[in-house]
């Protein structure tokens, strides 16, 4: 099992910047990616930026060039630098990990998902 803790939501202007976090814990050797999701009211939930532990990264079309996703191996943290924040980044951030495990004949894997912090960006 693995466990995500995000923080760094809230209030921000339009044009400003947030940065957020999520602390995995657990198996936390079984996670070959991380990530984060943002579920706006009445919208599906969507990829705003992934990294793969193995050094890939990857990012929504509404992240690039404004958002940066990156890694503290040691503590195993992902973190989210949001900037030029605009109205459309408000939703529910999600922290996302992959994860599997097991011998090659007999993979396993599983998705984990944090709870959600809220970023609201309005005058």
């Known amino acids: 099992q693995v466990q995500l803790e995000e923080s760094g939501g809230g209030l921000v202007q339009p044009g400003g910047s947030l940065r957020l976090s999520c602390a995995a814990s657990?198996?936390?050797?079984?996670?070959?990616?991380m990530g984060w999701y943002r579920q706006a009211p009445g919208k599906q939930r969507e990829m705003v930026a992934r990294?793969?532990?193995?050094?890939?990264?990857d990012y929504g079309d509404s992240a690039q060039g404004r958002f940066t996703i990156s890694r503290d191996n040691a503590k195993s943290t992902v973190f989210l630098q949001m900037n030029r924040l605009k109205v459309e980044d408000t939703g529910v951030y999600y922290c996302?990990?992959?994860?599997?495990?097991?011998?090659?004949?007999?993979?396993?894997?599983?998705?984990?998902w944090g709870q959600g912090t809220q970023v609201t960006v309005a005058s």
């Open positions: 990294l793969t532990f193995r050094g890939g990264v």
């Open positions: 657990g198996r936390t050797v079984t996670i070959d990616a």
């Open positions: 996302h990990a992959e994860s599997s495990w097991g011998p090659v004949e007999a993979p396993r894997s599983a998705d984990y």
